[in-house]
């Protein structure tokens, strides 16, 4: 099996058919996705999955949340980034621009009400860690979400990972009937790629491995 393949096509979606995605598929991709390690083999994931009226009630109420708040995509530092993570950040929202201006729409609300609407996708999966947990079981949702990313597109399906949502979850919570001590780790929007969208030309750069590593021989 070839994984630098999938690896190097797969990259973030934000424009999604309609299409619903058969429940068996979400589920084998599920199946798929929990043989990530985790730490002592927790399988600390829950995942919450959300179809049909109910996502759209779930965007509705994430998009009001975002207008009285008004807590935008953003890296969540709790202290000042490195100039170099910040350069990375400014790089990708400098190559985004032009295809804003292609589907004259503005970046900030494209961005962060897309987001809080799982760019129209018809599967939103948010992934929950219990809050019995420490803090490093984040490596193993982590792990997770990538697997999840990867499969999801071997199997002609489009994914991108919203974080956004869980400045807003309390909220989700509330809506969703999530018991108070889930956390909200991470969501995905998961269909099928509009690949007429301009935005689904995008692809993010990267930084050169060699900025990245440090030998030590
Ligand atoms: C933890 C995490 C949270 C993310 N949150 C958002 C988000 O809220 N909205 C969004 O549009 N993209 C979000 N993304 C997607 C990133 O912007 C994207 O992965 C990054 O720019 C690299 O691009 P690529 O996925 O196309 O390779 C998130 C990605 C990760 C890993």
New binding site residues.
């Given amino acids: 099996m070839n994984l630098i393949k999938p690896i190097t096509e ?5 424009a999604f058919k309609p299409d619903p995605v058969p429940k068996e598929t979400i589920e084998a991709i599920l199946k798929s996705a929990i043989l990530a390690p985790s730490a002592i083999n927790l399988q600390p994931w829950e995942f919450v999955i959300v179809t049909g009226e109910e996502r759209e009630r779930l965007s509705r109420r994430l998009i009001k949340a975002y207008k009285e708040k008004k807590i935008s ?1 953003g890296p969540g530092n709790v202290k000042p980034m490195p100039k170099t993570v910040t350069q990375r950040g400014a790089k ?1 929202l400098e190559m985004m621009t032009p295809f804003f201006e292609e589907m004259k729409t503005d970046l900030n609300q494209f ?2 009400e ?2 809080c609407n799982f ?1 129209g996708a018809p599967v939103a999966i948010l992934i929950c860690l219990d809050d019995s947990f420490p803090k490093s079981r984040l490596v193993d949702i ?1 792990l997770v ?1 990538g697997y999840l ?1 990867l499969i999801a597109h071997e199997y002609g399906l489009g994914t ?6 869980t400045a807003y979850e309390d909220e989700i919570k509330e809506l969703l009937n999530i018991p108070e001590n889930k956390m909200v780790v ?2 995905t929007a998961l269909g099928y790629p509009d690949l007429k969208s301009p935005i689904n030309r ?3 750069p ?1 930084d050169d491995i060699g900025n990245l590593i440090r030998w030590i021989e």
Avoid: A, E, H, V
């Fill in positions: 797969r990259k973030s979606i934000r995509c990708t961005i962060n897309g987001s760019y982590g979400l990313l991108c990972p919203i974080g956004l949502i991470i969501g995008f692809r993010s990267r």
